[in-house]
């Protein structure tokens, strides 16, 4: 069974940095592309960020430059390290699976809250 | 970079279709996804490549996209249906990157 448990949401101050966890089970992270998507309280879905099974990677441009996405293959978990972070980027932190060569979410973690205030 | 419009809100009476439009430039010339995210959960894949349903999927879920509008049909709608629906594209053009709809809000009197 496909699992994504998402982690290390939390309250941090503006400027600080924070990195979230999505473990996953039933399937190989790196043999698949992984995102990142956003969902700020009482907002729409925001795509964060993408990682190829061959390890390429790409950002909104919301993220560019503070956010990076990776994964640990021997821990099959990706990762987000966020820096810099902003008031704007006080969301639920969805993982999902991509598939597809026009991708689609198949799977999605429970996600974890991300609060930027002083 | 690409933009998906849907309509914030759509109403629909027990046992009627409702349909959810998702505008783009040319969108059908694209592959779209649809999203449905109940209140608290996460969001759950309904259909794919415009019209694919997902294993657990109600036949009653449908879609199609042609030229600038791809469109959710759900008929016989049912109170467990009331939720916000997605579209979604992948845009790899320019730069590989989603992109989701704003979402539509949709009520069962």
């Known amino acids: 069974e496909v699992q994504l448990v998402e982690s290390g949401g939390g309250l941090i101050q503006p400027g600080g940095s924070l990195r979230l966890s999505c473990a996953a089970s039933?399937?190989?992270?790196?043999?698949?592309?992984m995102s990142w998507v956003r969902q700020a309280p009482g907002k729409g879905l925001e795509w964060v960020s993408v990682?190829?099974?061959?390890?390429?990677?790409y950002y909104a441009d919301s993220v560019k430059g503070r956010f990076t996405i990776s994964r640990d293959n021997s821990k099959n978990t990706l990762y987000l390290q966020m820096n810099s972070l902003r008031a704007e980027d006080t969301a639920v932190y969805y993982c999902?699976?991509?598939?597809?060569?026009?991708?689609?979410?198949?799977?999605w973690g429970q996600g974890t809250l991300v609060t930027v205030s002083s | 970079s690409y933009v998906l419009t849907q309509p914030p809100s759509v109403s629909v009476a027990p046992g009627k279709t409702a349909r959810i439009t998702c505008g783009g430039n040319?969108?059908?010339?694209?592959?779209v996804h649809w999203y449905q995210q109940k209140p608290g959960q996460a969001p759950v894949l309904v259909i794919y490549?415009?019209?694919d349903r997902p294993s657990g999927i109600p036949e009653r879920f449908s879609g199609s996209n042609s030229g600038n509008t791809a469109t959710l049909t759900i008929s016989r709608v049912e109170a467990g249906d009331e939720a916000d629906y997605y579209c979604?594209?992948?845009?790899?053009?320019?730069?590989?990157?989603?992109?989701f709809g704003g979402g539509t809000k949709l009520t069962v009197l």
């Open positions: 039933g399937f190989t992270v790196s043999s698949n592309y």
């Open positions: 979604q594209v992948w845009d790899s053009s320019s730069d590989h990157r989603g992109v």
């Open positions: 040319n969108i059908g010339s694209k592959s």
């Open positions: 990682i190829y099974s061959g390890g390429s990677t």
């Open positions: 999902a699976r991509g598939r597809g060569t026009m991708a689609y979410f198949d799977y």
């Open positions: 490549y415009d019209s």
